[in-house]
Structures are given as C-alpha cells and as structure tokens.
C-alpha cells in the first residue's frame, strides 16, 4: 500500500478513533515523564541525577512486567472497545494525582505517579496491537502499525517537547506547572472521548478463566508462542529494539548536559532528531512493504542500527563544546551535524526493524490468544527495558563508562542480538535476498494476484524462465509459497539456503532417482493435506529460447493423488537477463540490465478435474501474452 492508501487509514473509523485514543495517551505519558526527568536532570547534582533519571526509567516499565499477563487475558476476554474507554477513565483519575504532586513538589511523590501511568499503559498495551487486526484486512495491517508506530512516536516527540519546555518555566514560579497539569487533565478527557467512538471488538476468548499468577501466565503463553518460532523470535527482537530504545532516550539528557554541555533546549533538539527518525522509517516502510509483511526490512533495520549507533558513539566521544553552548553555537561546531544524522539515523532504521516484526506477531498469533501473545510480548519489552536501566546505571554509576562508550557498547551488542536472531529464523535473510532482488535489477509488476486463495490448499503452475523464478514469486505472491523443483537448481549455492529455508520441495526424474521421486510426491501430498499453497514449473527445466517448453504430466499425476485448485501463473520480462540460458548458460556473463520490467500475471483457478497439461500450457502462454 502506498503512502496516499496508508494516510487513507486516518479516514476510517475502523481506525481514526483509535489511532486519535493511542496518540493522546502516549502524548501524555511523555509530557508528564519527560517535565519530570528535564526538572530532575537540571536541578540535582549529576550523579543523584543520573541515580533518579535511570529510577524513573525503571518504575514505568516495572508494571509491564507485574501485570500484562493479567492485562493480556483481560483483553481476550473483553471488547476491546469496552476495555479502552475503562482505561481512558482511570487515565483521568492518575492525571489529577499527577498534579497533585507536581504541586507538591516531591520527587518520589512524582515517581509513584510514573509507576501509575505504566500500570495504565500496561493494559492499554495488549489492547494497542491486538485490536488491529480484528478491525483491519490483511493487506492494511502493515500500514496501520506504519502508522500507529509514527503517531505513537510523534506524539512521544511533541510530549518531550511540551514536557520539555515547560519544565523549563517551573524554576521561574509555578505557571510552568500550571500548563503541566491543564495540558495532563485535557489531553486524557479528550482520550476518553476518542475513546468512545471505537467501533465494537467483540472478545475472542469470553469464557476465558483467568490465571492472576503473572509468572505462570506468562510461562505458559510463552510455550504457546514458542511453537511458533518466527512469532517467539519477533518477541525477542522487538524487546531488544526497546532496550535499545531505552537506552539511548535515557541518557539523553545526562548526555546534552555532562558530554555536549547544552540546556534542555538541546535536549529537545536530540529527541526530535530521534523520534522523528523512527516516525519516518515507520512511514517507509509501510511504503517499501507494498501492503505485505516484508521480513527482508528487518535486517536492513538491525544493520542500520549497529552502523548507525557506532557513529554516534564515535562522535559523541570526540565531541568538544563551544565555549558559550546555544542551539545555534552547537549546531555551527565540529560532530554536531553527525551526532544530529546518525540519532535520526537511528530511528529511521528502528522503524523499519520494529513495523515488520509486530506485524508478523499479529499475523501470525492464533486470533483467540493474541491478545496474551501481545501481553507476553510487553512483559518481555519490560523486563528488556528495566535491564536497559541496570545497565545505565552499572555501566555509568558503578564501572564508570562515559555515555558515549555506553552507546558503542549496546550499539556492538545489537549486532550480536540480530545475528542471533537471524540465525534461528533464516525466513529473516531469505526475505531480505527477495527484497533486494525484487528492488534492484527487476521492477516486479503484477496482475490478477488477486485470484491465489488467501488461505487452503491449492496449486500455482508457472512458466519456467530464469533462476531467480521461484524468488521473484514469492516476493509477488502475499501468502508463503512452497515451490516444487528440479533438484539441480534446489541445490544452487546460496539458493539452496533460501530454497530450503522457504521448504520447496526438490524433484527429479523417476529414472535418474526414483526413491527421491517417489519421495517428493509424498512430501507434496501431504503438504496439500496441510493447506499449504504449493507452486510447480510444469515444463520440468528452464527454457532454453525463450518459449514455453511442453508440460510435462507431472501435475495431473498430483491432481489425481489430491485434488486442489490449480492457479496458472506467467512470468514475462526475465529472457535475457543475467539468470536466464538466453546467448548461452546462465551466469555465464556480466548482469547487463537492473531495474528492467518483469510482469507476474494470475489467471482464473482451475478446477482439479479440468486440468490437463496441454490446456494448461496454453492457458499459461495466453497469459504471458508475447513478452517472453
């Protein structure tokens, strides 16, 4: 979905309402967490600072941990429009006690308020990402999490502003405190109100029992996502985003003061960079996705983030501030503009790591525990981030690093987490080789993919051009594909990685290898049974001039055994490129076109019993029409 079709979404109330209800809530989060720790790091001395700074990071994630397993059964068993306007109205009630201890003036007063709010925000939590796709389709899914990660950290940027700036005004007299608390009690009335008018998400589990014990709870819903190990892996890799998060927003203050000697305006101007990176890596990448879950976006993101975190370390660390610090003397010294990129850097490739990898948790979570998979998930996002927490304060207070070796250090540690990561669900890499071929030497038209069935066995019989025909499929085709093919191309260098990872299913003849044929017709057969989608190249090899080349009755044979839908596909635009047999064998000369036009093209499903390989064939050929 492109950007115009993503900003459509704001027209919906299917979404509007709640995007307007997170908008605000994270909003004023910020206002109040962000006035508290601005007025902390510039009215105490640096080390009780960074002490209560890292508390307060702390304590308003410590309640993820204590109740969203609680919170995670609490949303399958409620609507979930019911159960935001609940917790919009205890959101009002926190408010007034906020402002009762600004006014007061109690530090700790202060952060028991910071432990109310991550209470609230634990249960909003499994509610935010659970209700998407109740109330959105398939092809909207990653657009709206595009979106709601931009507004949630837009409205995380003007928060810090607001909370910022205000702060700043309550060392001249207490109207600073004043606009805190009309701004705290408006923006969570007009939350409630928002609130009100999110149509109905009616309860997946009502009969659901609930286990208060948050230990066991979350112990049993994490074996239930480790069944699935891409949803248990994405568990992982979106808590790690948010110690990183954590990590780098914390010390963002103490790191304007201590290393960069600026006010709380620099402060301001470092979390804009920052979060207004993440709001347009988001937006990207619900663009670059083209409506699907685009996996291969996650390891351009980790990438991006270790190269980026680095350079930041790095001019961070040789930084030198001018002699009088204002905005405009920072922005004129040497490192300023690098440390401003490389924090926008940051976030722009944390959007395009977190957008994907939320939206195969939600795709992929049975619908009736999605909402305890989402609890689980921000249990994990807790305890990653009271360790982000622990780790300012051991590395910084205890063993002494500088801010800027703190960020090196967590910048070489992403490397680590994603390598890992990857290497325990290699569908990351092997989407990521698809994307980048599917954005580099071809430009991948489609038609008529409407017509593959979105869920149930069936059958896509295709044309057989080039070596890359299985990936440029898959990269088109919004459901997973499992492609049956002749054995010598599944075992390719490299493409066997993907071929195996993806788990197609390597053929050859009966002759040259009859165990392994007979093998692979069971293997399909079953995978039929499963409700796999399954694709075949019905010509048995590649075409050696370009035409299509008799298929072969391997398919009826398939048929026979189980009788599914049969999808003719064609690939037009691939003959002489550097992956086809065109003026010799492939590979056997240097790439001559990148960005050329391929078209994928679907026709109407074929019944079981009408399908025959020579009608098939012409079907086939209709469809490629003369480009070959």
């Known amino acids: 979905m492109a950007a115009k079709g993503q900003f459509q979404l704001l027209g919906s109330r299917r979404f509007l309402p709640f995007f307007c209800t997170q908008f605000l809530g994270a909003f004023n989060d910020n206002v109040f967490k962000n006035a508290l720790i601005v007025m902390i790091a510039f009215r105490l001395a640096a080390s009780e600072a960074n002490f209560l700074i890292n508390l307060a990071a702390g304590l308003f994630i410590l309640p993820f941990f204590l109740f969203s397993a609680t919170a995670g059964q609490v949303a399958d068993k409620t609507d979930k429009s019911v159960l935001i306007r609940r917790i919009k109205l205890a959101e009002i009630g926190i408010g007034a006690f906020g402002v009762a201890a600004l006014f007061s003036g109690n530090n700790y007063l202060c952060l028991a308020v910071l432990f109310l709010l991550g209470v609230q925000s634990a249960f909003f939590g499994p509610v935010k990402y659970a209700i998407l796709p109740q109330h959105l389709a398939k092809a909207e899914l990653v657009s709206g999490n595009a979106l709601v990660e931009m507004g949630t950290f837009v409205s995380i940027l003007l928060g810090t502003i607001v909370g910022g700036l ?290 149930g066995p069936a059958i896509i019989a295709c044309n057989h051009v080039s070596y890359v025909d299985a990936l440029l499929l898959a990269g088109a085709v919004r459901r997973p594909i499992r492609f049956i093919m002749y054995k010598p191309i599944y075992e390719i260098p490299v493409l066997h990685f993907i071929f195996k990872t993806g788990r197609a299913i390597p053929i050859c003849s009966r002759q040259k290898d009859p165990e392994g044929y007979a093998r692979a017709f069971e293997e399909i057969e079953q995978g039929l049974k499963d409700g796999d989608l399954l694709c075949i190249f019905p010509e048995g090899q590649l075409t050696r001039d370009g035409e299509l080349q008799p298929f072969k009755a391997g398919i009826e044979k398939i048929l026979q055994r189980t009788p599914v839908p049969v999808i003719p596909m064609a690939l037009s635009g691939l003959w002489g490129s550097f992956f086809s047999h065109k003026d010799g064998h492939a590979f056997s000369t240097l790439p001559k076109r990148f960005w050329s036009k391929v078209c994928v093209v679907a026709g109407q499903p074929m019944e079981a019993a009408a399908v025959k390989a020579e009608q098939l064939q012409e079907t086939v050929l209709g469809l490629r029409g003369e480009r070959r």
């Open 166 to 455: 205000l702060a700043g005004k309550t060392g001249e007299g207490e109207s600073g405190l004043w606009w805190i608390s009309a701004i705290i009690m408006t923006t969570a009335s007009l939350g409630y109100l928002a609130a009100r008018n999110i149509p109905r998400a009616k309860a997946p589990a009502p009969d659901l029992k609930i286990n208060y014990n948050p230990v066991s709870q979350t112990g049993r819903i994490l074996r239930e996502a480790a069944k699935t190990p891409a949803v248990f892996y994405a568990i992982i890799g979106i808590s790690w985003f948010w110690l990183l998060g954590a990590a780098y927003l914390t010390q963002i203050p103490s790191l304007t003061r201590n290393v960069l000697g600026g006010s709380e305006s620099l402060v301001t101007l470092l979390l804009c960079c920052f979060t207004i990176g993440v709001a347009i890596g988001s937006l990207l990448c619900g663009k670059l996705s083209g409506g699907r879950v685009e996996l291969g976006l996650v390891p351009i993101g980790a990438a991006g983030l270790t190269l980026a975190g680095v350079l930041l370390a790095s001019a961070t660390g040789g930084y030198t501030p001018p002699a009088e610090m204002t905005i405009a003397a920072f922005w004129a010294s040497p490192g300023a503009f690098s440390i401003l990129i490389n924090l926008t850097l940051i976030g722009i490739f944390g959007g395009f790591y977190i957008v994907p990898l939320y939206s195969m948790m939600q795709e992929r979570s049975a619908p009736e525990i999605r909402a305890r998979i989402i609890a689980v998930n921000n249990v994990l996002n807790a305890l990653f981030m009271v360790v982000a927490a622990i780790m300012g304060i051991v590395f910084l207070n205890m063993l002494g690093a500088t801010i800027p070796q703190f960020f090196l250090i967590i910048a070489l540690m992403n490397a680590a987490v994603a390598v890992f990561v990857f290497s325990k669900v290699p569908e990351f890499a092997m989407r990521l080789l698809i994307w980048l071929l599917s954005h580099t030497m071809y430009r991948v038209k489609h038609q008529g993919l409407e017509l593959v069935p979105e869920e």
